[in-house]
């Protein structure tokens, strides 16, 4: 919303999130018209070794991007959830670098090792559980927090200039091609038409949250927002504070559902599809602590989604599956599949070169670990004069230098 314009970036949001349910259940077609059962045999199959290299390449980095992300996260929100709790202080637990490794070495590496990615199913509705109580913590501070920050000049315009950018954040967000074909082979009957209702839901639900998350997001925040939003929160805030845990909590159980991916992405490319099980866990540990590695030397979540938004998720989600089907298709050439597809293709194409140029040239600020200047107390205790109360000490102090 900050980098679209909050009107358009609502409309957008529709937008990329019907684009991304239409290209998910076009991307199944194509393997249903191919015979195939995974992305990279799909793009292999219509656009031979350069093309699978090529998605393998963008299926790699997307997951593998995205579980960087994850532990920026982990390492801003629990950080700031332990300096809350009596007697830790300075401990090493509100060390960002610390914590990062603990939830490593401790969750995400053991949860990542299994090889069957239904075993997740159980955590991943615990996922969503804890979505929603975040969803509902966002929407209390908007009531509670609005009035105390103040609003950006230029707050409510309809659009900006880093709307492409915004789209390549969007794409990130919605983007599951990537395990789409682990995720229909794990259904009882893999037909396109179950698929294609729990794309439906999936997607529907996925919009609806995002919509409420980035409208109360914005509408508290303006101008001010933050890439991850937990940081616009005072650090005195207890209800934000139990936020940050359950966020913490979220992102931690997803990191294993990317990290399935990134290593059937090498299984595929290099073991012909087939690890055993000492590569499996020597595969596993590899991009985890490679992914970890970089999450602590780095810590502007902002630049990674946008990045990863562009570079990644965008050709996965508009560009491939388009033109896979488009390859595959045998309908006639204005049949509305078709037309949609091109549709979609060409205005992949576009955000992606548009939203690297603007990503580099326009990139995001980034304050990690600053408390935001609204949460001073002094500036709080000002914000809740009223305008004539703000009149009389203004007049107080004038009169005060006045008379030195």
Not at 210 to 235: H, K, L, Q
């Amino acid at each position: 919303m900050k980098e679209a314009g909050f009107p358009l970036g609502v409309l957008l949001l529709f937008v990329v999130a019907y684009i991304t349910d239409y290209s998910i259940i076009l991307l199944i077609k194509g393997g249903n018209l191919s015979s195939t059962k995974s992305y990279q045999e799909l793009v292999k199959k219509t656009y031979g070794l350069v093309g699978y290299l090529i998605l393998s390449t963008l299926q790699f980095l997307y997951p593998f991007i995205a579980m960087i992300s994850y532990n920026i996260i982990t390492g801003d929100t629990l950080t700031k959830v332990f300096q809350r709790i009596p007697g830790v202080g300075l401990d090493v637990l509100t060390d960002r670098h610390f914590i990062i490794l603990l939830t490593t070495i401790i969750f995400t590496l053991p949860i990542s090792l299994y090889r069957d990615i239904a075993k997740l199913g159980k955590i991943s509705l615990l996922s969503l559980i804890l979505t929603i109580v975040i969803l509902i913590i966002v929407m209390v501070r908007t009531v509670t927090l609005s009035p105390q920050v103040p609003k950006s000049e230029n707050a409510w315009i309809f659009a900006k200039s880093n709307a492409v950018q915004a789209i390549g954040v969007m794409s990130f967000a919605f983007i599951c091609h990537h395990n789409s074909f682990l995720i229909y082979g794990s259904l009882e009957e893999p037909t396109l038409k179950n698929w294609s209702q729990v794309t439906h839901i999936s997607v529907s639900l996925a919009l609806v949250i995002s919509v409420v998350f980035a409208a109360c997001g914005y509408m508290t925040f303006t101008g001010y927002t933050e890439g991850d939003i937990f940081e616009n929160y005072c650090r005195d805030d207890n209800l934000a504070t139990f936020g940050r845990f359950c966020y913490g909590v979220t992102v931690i159980l997803t990191f294993p559902l990317e990290c399935f991916v990134t290593r059937e992405v090498i299984a595929n490319v290099f073991f012909h599809g087939n690890l055993s099980t000492v590569f499996h866990v020597v595969v596993t540990v590899v991009i985890i602590a490679v992914a970890t590695g970089v999450s602590l030397m780095y810590d502007c979540l902002g630049m990674v989604l946008e990045l990863n938004g562009v570079l990644s998720a965008t050709p996965l989600v508009f560009i491939i599956p388009s033109a896979c089907y488009l390859r595959l298709s045998k309908e006639r050439w204005n049949h509305s599949d078709n037309l949609i597809s091109c549709l979609i293709l060409v205005l992949g194409v576009l955000v992606m070169a548009v939203g690297l140029v603007m990503t580099v040239l326009h990139p995001q600020e980034c304050s990690h670990g600053k408390e935001m200047f609204y949460c001073s107390p002094i500036f709080v205790k000002i914000s809740r004069l009223t305008k004539k109360e703000i009149t009389l000490q203004l007049s107080y102090i004038y009169n005060i230098i006045h008379y030195f």
